[in-house]
Nanobody, 129 residues
Framework: QVQLVESGGGLVQAGGSLRLSCTAS????????MGWFRQILGKEREFVSA????????YYTDSVKGRFTISRDNAKNTVYLQMNSLKPEDTAVYYC??????????????????????WGQGTQVFVSS
């Protein structure tokens, strides 16, 4: 059974930092591109960042470029999202997801919600102003 378990969410003041972690089990982690998405109540889930199986290719939505950094440790089956200079508009539930990567991890595969095979339960991030 595949499980993705996120952690690291919480309450932080604007300008602060958080590091989200997502640990996977039940799958061959290095076969999967990994992504982070976020969702606000009543809105669609949106892409935040993704990383290819090797860590060599990373993708970010424009609003987080320069502030967020995605990384992965294949030995620990874990993907991270370092979030700096947080803003109130970053407040959301953050979800980790796994995308079976066959060949090159294209932008479409990395950023598309429907491209992902497995999802975590989410972790809440609240940024106060």
């Amino acid at each position: 059974q595949v499980q993705l378990v996120e952690s690291g969410g919480g309450l932080v003041q604007a300008g602060g930092s958080l590091r989200l972690s997502c640990t996977a089990s039940g799958l061959r982690f290095r076969d999967y591109g990994m992504g982070w998405f976020r969702q606000i109540l009543g809105k669609e889930r949106e892409f935040v960042s993704a990383v290819s199986w090797s860590g060599g290719d990373t993708y970010y939505t424009d609003s987080v470029k320069g502030r967020f950094t995605i990384s992965r440790d294949n030995a620990k089956n874990t993907v991270y999202l370092q979030m700096n200079s947080l803003k109130p508009e970053d407040t959301a539930v953050y979800y980790c997801a796994a995308n079976l990567q066959e060949g090159y991890f294209t932008t479409a595969q990395a950023t598309g919600v429907r491209e992902y095979d497995y999802w975590g339960q989410g972790t809440q991030v609240f940024v106060s102003s």
